[in-house]
């Protein structure tokens, strides 16, 4: 069942025009990094970050790149993946994050609404 889900979501995340990424630098750091790592459809330029203030980093995504991030994510972030605890742990939570922005588009929005650009922050719950 959590194939079918992840399917759907990597489809609507491909369908995406534009997301922006908002993460602390060394967050978008180890992701690139398990990116560049993996043979894919894209290929993440390193110099992708710009500046967002209080020491974090803007990360502009097409929808192609996001269904990369959302995979590479969602394989490395598994229990049985190679990568140590703290990457799988940093995995989950982007893939998380990630995920609840494409759940909340739904199969059916991208056919009827052009959708703005996205900012999805991470970090420490309240």
Known sequence: MEWVRRRRRLRIAAGIARIELVCAPTVWSAVLTRCAR???????????????????????????????LLDVTARTGRWWSRE?????????TV????????DELGPGRLEDVTIPPITLAAGAHP
């Open 38 to 68: 993996r043979y894919g459809t894209v290929h993440f330029a390193a110099d992708m970050q710009q500046p967002a203030g209080a020491e974090l980093v803007r990360v502009k995504l097409s929808g192609l790149e996001l269904s990369e």
């Open 95 to 102: 893939y998380r994050a990630a995920a609840t922005i494409v």
């Open 84 to 92: 140590d605890p703290p990457g799988r742990a940093l995995c989950r």
